[in-house]
C-alpha cells in the first residue's frame, strides 16, 4: 500500500484572491435571489428578450476555454512540445472555464434541475443540443486530461499509467468535441436569420466561431501564462513560447478579421459599419479590437517583448469577448435590455468563483515540468 | 523545434505505445462518425414524410378582412385553457391568443390581426429545441410537452412570430402556446366562437383552395393577392388574408426557405466535420513525426510482422 497525501491548499493567500472570494460570496447570493424569487423578478429578460447576460458570458468564456484544445492540439497533435508547460496551464483554465459556464447554467435555465434531460430527451437537430452534449463529454475528457497530473501529485502510478496509455486518442477526442460545440455556437445563431443584425448573421458563423475560439485560446494562454508568471514561483516556459503563441494569435486574429470582412464584402453588406447605428458602433469597436493586437505582433520589436505581447493579448480578449456579446445581445432585436444588479453581480461572482478554483489548483499541483 | 521524442521523458507526453494505437483509434472514429452520421441524416429524411399529407392536416384560416375585433376568440380560448385573465400587449404565457388592431396614420387604412401560434410546416422553435420538447405532430398542431422543458429559451428566440413565451411569475417557469386545440375534435375554441366569419377551421387543403376563390372572387380586395402562410417561411398551418400589406400587421418578410433551412445545414454536416476532423488529426500527428520517430515506427512494425509470421 501506498500512501496517500492529500495536498493541503497553501495558507498565505493573497489579498486578490481574498477580494475575489468577497465578489463570489455576493455572487453566489444573487444566484440565490435567482433560485428563490424566479428570473422574472431578479432578471431583465423579457419574452422579445429571451437571452440576457448570462448567455453572453457563456459564449465568452466558452470562447476562452478554447485555449484548452488550441494549445493542445499545438503541443500534441502538431507536436510542438516546446508549449508543453502553457497547454497545462491552458488545458487547466479551460477546464475552470467550462465549469464556470456550465454553473452559469443553473442560474440562466428556467429549469435547471432538469439538465440531465440532455442525456434522456435528444433531439439531434439542435444545435443547442450539439452544444450541450459536446460540452458535457468535453469536460468529461478535460478530466481525464487534468487526471495524470492530479494522480502524479498524489503519487497514484499504477492509475496513472492506465490513463496514460489512452492519452492521445482522449487529446484527440477532446480537440475534436471541442471543436464540434466551437461552430455549434455558431450554428446557434444560424436559426435567428431575422433577428440577428446583418453586420453579424452570415452562413459562416459556425466558421467564424470556431476560428475565434481558437484566437481566443492562444490570447488566453498568453494571459494566462504571463500573468501566472507573476503570482506562481515555480512556473517556468521554455524560451521563445510567447513569441510563438503571439505568431499564432496573428495569424488566427487576422484569418478572423478576414472572414468577418470579406463576407460582409461578399454579401455586399460593407456599407452598413458606417450607418451609424448603435450596432455599427459596436461592430467598429470590435474590428479596432482585432486590429490593434494585429499591428503590435507585426512590429518586429514589440512582437519579441512580453508587455507587448500581454497587450495585444488582452486587446485580442477584449475584441473576442465583444464579438461574443455582439452575436447574443447587441446585433439581436428584441426589447431594450440592461442587465439588473443581480445578473451583474451573479456574473461577476461565477468568473470570481473560476479564477479562485484556478489559483487553488495552480498553487498545490507542479503544472510545470521539470527540466530535463 | 521539435524535441526529440527521446527527450520526452514527461509523465503526460505521448508514449510509443499510444502511437500506432492512436492511428488505429482515429481511423475507426473517423468511420465510425461517418457512418453514424450518414445513418441519423437518412434517419432525419424518413422522419418528415408524415403519415397525414400536408394538405389534410388540420389547419385555421384568419380572413382579416372579416375579422370586427370583438375578441371572442380570445375568450374563448382563455376558458378552454383555463388561463388566467390579464391585460397584456403580446401573447404571454397565459394568453395564447390575441387580437391586435392596426391603423395608418392618417387613418384611412385600418385591419386587425389574430396572433397565435402559426404551427409552421418547419418549426424553428422544434428543431431549436435541444430535448425534443416541442414537436410537430402529425396532425398538423405544434405541440409542447412541458415535463421535457429545461427552459433554455432557445424556442423564444427562434421563433420568428414571437410565440412561445414564458411565464415570467413563476421561479421555474415554463414555455406557454397554442395547441390548436389538439384534442378537441370540433375544432379550435377560438373558431367556434368567431361569429363574423373570420376563422374557419379545417384541412389545409380545404382552407388555402377557400382563401384562393375568396381572392378570385374579390380582386383588388386582398393585399398581394395571396394567402400569408401558404409558402412563408415553409408554410404555415395557421393562414392568413389580409387587406393591408402583411408587415403592417407584423407579418415577419420571410422568404420560402423555412428557418431550419438556414441552420440545418450546419447542424447536419456536423458527423462529418467531426470524421473529417478526427483524419485531419491523425494525418497532422503522422506528418509532424520526426524522421527519427518515423524510424523507429517502422522498427517495430516489421518486429511485429516477424512476430506473426
Same mark, same amino acid.
Not at chain 1, 76 to 83: E, I, V
Not at chain 1, 270 to 276: A, K, R, V
Not at chain 2, 48 to 53: G, L, T, V, W
Given at each position: 500500500m501506498t500512501t496517500i497525501t492529500i495536498p493541503r491548499i497553501k495558507k498565505e493567500i493573497p489579498l486578490s484572491i481574498l477580494l475575489l472570494a468577497i465578489v463570489a460570496l455576493l455572487g453566489i447570493f444573487a444566484m440565490g435571489t435567482r433560485w428563490i424569487y424566479g428570473l422574472g423578478v431578479v432578471t431583465n429578460l423579457a419574452d422579445t428578450r429571451p437571452w440576457g447576460l448570462w448567455i453572453s458570458f457563456d459564449l465568452a468564456v466558452m470562447a476562452f476555454s478554447g485555449s484548452a484544445f488550441s494549445i493542445a492540439a499545438l503541443t500534441?497533435?502538431?507536436?510542438?512540445?516546446?508549449?508543453h508547460n502553457i497547454a497545462r496551464v491552458a488545458l487547466i483554465s479551460g477546464f475552470v472555464g467550462y465549469i464556470s459556464a456550465a454553473a452559469a447554467l443553473t442560474v440562466e435555465l428556467g429549469r435547471p434541475e432538469r439538465l440531465w434531460h440532455y442525456f434522456f430527451y435528444w433531439n439531434t437537430h439542435s444545435p443547442l443540443f450539439e452544444v450541450g452534449m459536446c460540452v458535457i463529454t468535453y469536460l468529461l475528457i478535460l478530466t481525464l486530461e487534468f487526471l495524470p497530473i492530479l494522480l502524479k501529485k498524489l503519487e497514484w502510478h499504477a492509475m496513472m499509467k492506465g490513463i496514460h496509455f489512452f492519452e492521445i486518442p482522449i487529446v484527440a477526442a477532446g480537440i475534436i468535441l471541442s471543436s464540434g460545440h466551437q461552430s455549434s455556437l455558431g450554428s446557434i445563431s444560424l436559426a435567428l436569420p431575422l433577428k440577428l443584425h446583418p453586420l453579424w448573421y452570415s452562413p459562416t458563423l459556425p466558421i467564424v466561431f470556431f476560428i475565434s475560439a481558437l484566437t481566443a485560446g492562444f490570447a488566453m494562454a498568453i494571459l494566462v501564462g504571463l500573468l501566472g508568471l507573476r503570482f506562481f514561483d515555480d512556473w517556468n516556459f521554455k524560451k521563445g513560447v510567447f513569441s510563438g503563441l503571439g505568431r499564432y494569435l496573428l495569424i488566427a486574429l487576422s484569418i478572423t478579421l478576414v472572414l468577418k470582412l470579406g463576407e460582409l464584402v461578399y454579401a455586399g453588406e460593407?456599407?452598413?459599419?458606417?450607418?451609424?447605428s448603435y450596432q455599427s458602433i459596436m461592430f467598429i469597436i470590435e474590428n479596432i479590437l482585432y486590429i490593434a493586437p494585429i499591428i503590435i505582433l507585426l512590429i518586429p520589436k514589440l512582437n519579441k517583448s512580453h508587455p507587448w505581447i500581454f497587450r495585444a493579448g488582452y486587446l485580442a480578449v477584449g475584441g473576442l469577448v465583444m464579438h461574443r456579446f455582439n452575436v447574443s445581445f447587441v446585433g439581436l432585436a428584441g426589447a431594450k435590455y440592461f442587465p439588473t444588479w443581480q445578473e451583474l453581480l451573479s456574473t461577476a461572482g461565477l468568473a470570481s468563483i473560476g479564477i479562485i478554483i484556478f489559483w487553488v489548483i495552480a498553487s498545490n499541483i507542479p503544472l510545470m515540468e521539470e527540466e530535463h | 523545434m521539435m524535441t526529440k521524442k527521446t527527450n520526452n521523458t514527461c509523465n503526460t507526453c505521448i508514449s510509443d505505445i499510444t502511437r500506432r494505437d492512436f492511428l488505429k483509434v482515429t481511423g475507426a472514429i473517423t468511420g465510425g462518425l461517418t457512418a453514424a452520421g450518414a445513418l441519423t441524416n437518412n434517419a432525419l429524411a424518413s422522419s418528415? *414524410?408524415?403519415?397525414? &399529407?400536408l394538405e389534410d392536416q388540420k389547419a385555421l384560416l384568419y380572413d382579416a378582412t372579416y375579422c370586427v375585433g370583438c375578441r371572442e376568440c380570445e375568450l374563448a380560448c382563455k376558458e378552454d385553457n383555463h388561463l388566467k385573465e390579464e391585460d397584456v400587449d403580446d401573447l404571454s404565457g397565459n394568453t395564447f391568443t390575441l387580437i391586435k388592431l392596426y391603423q395608418s396614420e392618417d387613418g384611412t387604412e385600418s385591419s386587425f390581426r389574430k396572433y397565435q401560434c402559426m404551427h409552421c410546416v418547419e418549426p424553428a422553435c422544434v428543431i431549436s429545441c435541444p430535448v425534443g420538447a416541442l414537436e410537430k405532430s402529425d396532425e398538423g398542431p405544434v405541440l409542447y410537452e412541458p415535463l421535457k422543458c429545461i427552459g433554455c429559451r432557445y424556442c423564444m428566440q427562434a421563433c420568428p412570430y414571437g410565440v412561445p413565451a414564458y411565464d415570467w411569475s413563476e421561479s421555474y417557469p415554463l414555455i406557454a402556446k397554442c395547441d390548436?386545440?389538439?384534442?378537441?375534435? *370540433? %375544432?379550435p375554441a377560438c373558431a367556434t366562437a368567431c361569429t363574423p366569419g373570420a376563422l374557419i377551421s379545417g384541412t389545409r387543403g380545404e382552407l388555402l383552395k377557400i382563401a384562393k376563390e375568396r381572392i378570385a372572387e374579390n380582386p383588388g380586395k386582398y393585399y398581394d393577392d395571396r394567402v400569408f %402562410?401558404?409558402?412563408?417561411?415553409? %408554410?404555415?398551418?395557421?393562414l392568413i388574408l389580409s387587406g393591408v400589406a402583411f408587415d403592417k400587421i407584423g407579418l415577419p418578410p420571410l422568404?420560402?426557405?423555412?428557418? &431550419?433551412d438556414y441552420g440545418h445545414t450546419a447542424t447536419k454536416a456536423v458527423p462529418y466535420i467531426f470524421g473529417g476532423a478526427a483524419g485531419f488529426m491523425a494525418l497532422a500527428y503522422r506528418a509532424t513525426m520526426t524522421a527519427e520517430e518515423r524510424q523507429e515506427l517502422g522498427k517495430k512494425h516489421s518486429e511485429e510482422k516477424g512476430e506473426t509470421a
Open positions: 500534441h497533435m502538431f507536436r510542438r512540445y516546446k508549449y460593407f456599407n452598413l459599419i458606417f450607418e451609424n | 418528415s *414524410d408524415r403519415d397525414i &399529407p390548436l386545440c389538439y384534442d378537441r375534435t *370540433d %375544432g %402562410g401558404e409558402h412563408d417561411g415553409g %408554410g404555415t398551418s395557421f422568404s420560402e426557405d423555412s428557418i &431550419p
